[in-house]
């Protein structure tokens, strides 16, 4: 088949985490993307989901294994490997001793630290200046290392959405609070941050990948055995969206990457594709809808909502202190969320260490719209 050079390639893998099994398979994803992607003396990035910490069995995490392949192909090119993420909770050497990396990584020689200074860029309006990870902007390659989870805001967290962990620590809550419920808004700031970024590889963990109200432990693990890679991060999220068996542009990053021209139709998959049509998606609802005099109302009533499982809770905090509107209070026997407030970013169910907190449609919803469906 003849194939444009300009078509995005995505390459689709079977894989386990069995170390042996898993080096060959990564190193030759690599060269399928693109053979002279590292020089010798190269700063190479390797941006994993480092979002909390929790063990490799949770898939919350970028497995290390998959970590530590790519990071010895860097080392292989006589490159200069540095593994950072920003988490959106919880102390980095927790997670990094949690997540098994610094067991996996023992004896390579890598640096591994939390992202701390950044740059501001001008990711143009409406957005303007924004301050991103020094080491996303000025090292030579950035190598994207998403985990495949689903999202309970976004629907999922692939290729584009892993960058935004690029936005360095609480200033990602400052962008929470400016894009407000606008998922569209949202997606199209996550896709200009790709673009500002720009990584040569992305290489999507989907081996175990996450389902249900993903992307903290309020998810449920899920067995794909798969790893998808490619240059074009839009390119494999719309062709996982594909083998999910959803409409790409059901997932708000895909449409916006469609929109600015990231990715067309066109695209050459290969390798082993397999549809999943059982992928558990979760309930993600539309945003505040009809006539602004009744945005309130139905924000209040009708939209999704986090709700806490006070038997699972065990107030730690976390969930308060990470919600960028300050919508959570109370202590020890109970959690109370100002619903005005809230903007429906869904941090606290991302960073809840127990999996207590989850999205709700509250009972008005269902109740108006039960009543829509019966006159409709
Ligand atoms: S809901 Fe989760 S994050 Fe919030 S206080 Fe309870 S255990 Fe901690
Ligand atoms: S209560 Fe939760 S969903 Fe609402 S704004 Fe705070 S962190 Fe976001």
């Not at 989907?206 to 903290?216: D, K, R, S």
Request: aromatic share 8%; charged share 25%; glycine share 8%.
């Amino acid at each position: 088949m003849l194939i444009n050079k300009d078509i995005a390639k995505v390459f689709v893998q079977k894989a386990s985490y069995n170390y042996d099994a898993l080096r060959p398979i990564v190193f030759n994803m690599i060269d399928s993307v693109k053979p002279d992607i590292i020089k010798a003396q190269d700063r190479v990035l390797v941006k994993p989901d480092l979002l909390l910490p929790a063990e490799p069995r949770h898939a919350v995490l970028t497995h290390p294994h998959v970590v530590r392949m790519v990071a010895e192909y860097v080392l292989d090119k006589g490159a200069c490997p540095i593994i950072a993420d920003s988490p959106v909770h919880g102390d980095f050497n927790k997670i990094f001793e949690m997540g098994g990396y610094k067991e996996a990584l023992s004896g390579l020689d890598v640096e591994c630290r939390e992202f701390k200074k950044t740059v501001p860029v001008d990711i143009g309006e409406p957005f303007g200046m924004i301050d991103i990870a020094q080491e996303a902007i000025e090292s030579d390659v950035v190598i994207n290392l998403p985990k495949l989870k689903t999202h309970a805001r976004m629907l999922m967290t692939l290729g584009i959405k892993n960058l935004f962990g690029c936005v360095v620590g609480l200033k990602k809550s400052e962008w929470y609070l400016k894009v407000g419920m606008d998922r569209a808004l949202f997606a199209k700031l996550l896709v200009r941050i790709y673009q500002e970024v720009r990584p040569a590889l992305t290489m999507v963990d989907g081996v175990l990948a996450m389902e249900g109200q993903g992307p903290g432990k309020r998810g449920v693990p899920r067995s794909l055995g798969l790893l998808v890679a490619g240059d074009n991060a839009a390119a494999i999220d719309v062709v996982i969206c594909n083998m999910l068996g959803i409409d790409p542009e059901e997932l708000s990053t895909n449409k916006e990457a469609i929109r600015s021209g990231e990715v067309d139709k066109f695209l050459h998959v290969s390798g082993d594709i397999n549809i999943t049509t059982d992928f558990d998606f979760p309930e993600t609802g539309n945003g505040v809808y009809g006539p602004r005099q009744f945005h309130r109302f139905i924000r209040k009533h009708m939209l999704q909502r986090p709700v806490c499982d006070k038997k699972a809770c065990q107030f730690c905090g976390s969930c308060l202190e990470i919600c960028p509107v300050k919508a959570i209070s109370g202590g020890r026997d109970n959690l109370f969320f100002d619903y005005d407030k809230c903007v429906r970013c869904y941090c606290c169910i991302e960073v809840c260490p127990h999996g207590a907190i989850s999205a709700t449609e509250p009972l008005s919803g269902r109740l108006i719209k039960s009543l829509a469906d019966v006159y409709s």
